[in-house]
């Protein structure tokens, strides 16, 4: 039986190469995986699957009776479900390790990278197996991706190192030209129903009891999303109104480095104790927040938590 290799819910590119990656890696060590996501390729993930060659992965909902591998998180809110039902082989994932536990021991890579890809490099080193080309080129986009092109406060000289050797074997010669690329696909909202772009890199968390959801629009330019806020905004607050206590929404303008969060709420004091400054109206202008996990999960959780 081949074990499925998964992300999170509403997966980003990190969570799509990260599988293919990984049951690549797993087969050749001769235990048989194959590549699942719980959702379709967002327009960035087709752009590098298109580009690199790579199949989309397996959609699957249901771990029941299925062995499973999870990649880029380890929370039961993020995770496919009745994983309780199913069998859980391994963790390899870049975030704090979350409230998923199991009756069996497990193969576990957990680092504080930028990028699960950055991990997976590394194992793959530590194998001694050969990166194929077209997954080496998803890879180094999956980091690129997730550090903001080397901007973001999770970015690590590992994941930096990575790239240098994944854009070798992919024969990538300008990373940061393939980078701006890419994220300009990511900015295309054209065509996009506000539900699919709120989506589109969205979470839900448990802090301190309280369902609290955030999502993360990145673009090169924030004036890209002006046409669509008013949309969004009501769209989180649709999202807030289903027994959310929080939606907040990231617009992340990565030439400026900063990020517009647009917040939906039963009590906007937890953005002030969570960031030190009062939203005005429903956002907050939020200067060199560029990373979720790093920079607004964890004051969120500290503000829940008082």
């Known amino acids: 039986m081949a074990a499925y290799v998964v992300g999170h819910k509403n997966p980003d590119t990190d969570s799509i190469v990260s599988a293919i990656a990984l049951a690549d890696l797993m087969t050749k060590r001769g235990i048989q995986a194959v590549a699942a996501a719980q959702g379709a390729l967002t327009p960035e993930s087709k752009f590098v699957a298109d580009k690199f060659g790579l199949k989309a992965p ?141 989506h589109r890199d969205y979470k839900d968390f448990d802090m301190s009891g309280n369902k609290v959801g955030i999502g993360q629009l990145e673009v090169v330019d924030l004036s890209i999303l002006e046409p669509v806020k008013a949309g969004l905004l009501a769209e989180i607050k649709k999202m807030q109104g289903e027994g959310r206590h929080s939606v907040f929404l990231l617009l992340t303008d990565i030439m400026k480095e900063g990020s517009e969060m647009l917040i939906a709420t039963k009590d906007a004091s937890v953005v002030e104790k969570a960031f030190g400054v009062k939203a005005n109206g429903d956002s907050v202008w939020l200067k060199g927040v560029m990373s979720r996990k790093k920079q607004v999960v964890p004051p969120f959780e500290k503000a829940f938590g008082k």
Do not use: R
């Open 58 to 198: 397996e959609l699957i909902n249901d771990a029941t009776g299925k062995q499973i591998m999870l990649v880029d998180h380890s929370d039961i809110a993020q995770t496919v479900e009745n994983l309780a039902k199913g069998e859980l082989l391994a963790i390899v994932d870049h975030h704090k390790l979350g409230d998923i536990t199991t009756s069996n021991p497990l193969t576990m890579w957990v680092w504080p990278a930028g990028c699960t890809c950055t991990v997976i490099k590394g194992m793959y080193d530590f194998y001694k197996i050969e990166i194929p080309k077209g997954i080496a080129g998803g890879m180094l986009c999956a980091i690129l991706s997730d550090t903001v092109m080397f901007k973001s406060v999770t970015c690590t000289d590992d994941d930096k190192k990575a790239v240098e050797a994944l854009a070798k074997i992919a024969g990538v010669k300008d990373v940061m030209a393939l980078g701006m690329e890419m994220f300009k696909v990511k900015s295309a909202v054209e065509g996009a129903s506000m539900k699919d772009l709120v």
